[in-house]
C-alpha cells in the first residue's frame, strides 16, 4: 500500500509562488512515476507535471510551462512543485499521485495512486 501526503498549499496573491511536497510511504517499488494534478470545482481533473523517476524525463503541461517546475527527492521520496507568477485561475485543489507506467504521463487514468490534496487559492 502506497500513502503519498502533500502539503505547501495556501493562499496567495496573483504574481507569488508557492512550493508543494509530498510525501510518499509503503510499497512503492513499482511507483517509477510521480505527478502533480489539480481539479477545480465543476472541471476535470487537469495533470500538470509528471516526472519519471528512472531518468528524471519530465512531462509538462502547456498550460503551466515556464512557470512550474518539478523535482523529485530521492533519498526522501519526496515529490516537489514549485509554482511561481501564480494567477488566479491556478485555484484549484492540487494532488500528487504515482504511477508504473516508465514515462511521464499527465493523463490521469494512468495513476494508481493519489493523495489527499492540498488546497491553492490565488486572488487577484
Known amino acids: 500500500q502506497v500513502r503519498l501526503v502533500e502539503s505547501g498549499g495556501g493562499s496567495v496573491q496573483a504574481g507569488g509562488s508557492l512550493d508543494l511536497s509530498c510525501k510518499a510511504s509503503g510499497d512503492l517499488y513499482r511507483s517509477n512515476v510521480r505527478a502533480w494534478f489539480r481539479q477545480a470545482p465543476g472541471k476535470d481533473r487537469e495533470g500538470l507535471a509528471a516526472?519519471?523517476?528512472?531518468?528524471?524525463?519530465?512531462d509538462i503541461a502547456a498550460s503551466v510551462k515556464g512557470r512550474f517546475t518539478i523535482s523529485f527527492d530521492n533519498p526522501k521520496d519526496t515529490l516537489h512543485l514549485h509554482m511561481k507568477d501564480l494567477k488566479p485561475e491556478d485555484t484549484a485543489m492540487y494532488f500528487c499521485?504515482?504511477?508504473?507506467?516508465?514515462?511521464?504521463?499527465?493523463?490521469?487514468?494512468?495513476?494508481?495512486?493519489w493523495g489527499q490534496g492540498t488546497q491553492v487559492t490565488v486572488s487577484s
Open positions: 516526472i519519471y523517476i528512472g531518468n528524471n524525463s519530465e
Open positions: 499521485a504515482t504511477s508504473d507506467m516508465g514515462r511521464p504521463t499527465l493523463l490521469p487514468e494512468q495513476y494508481i495512486d
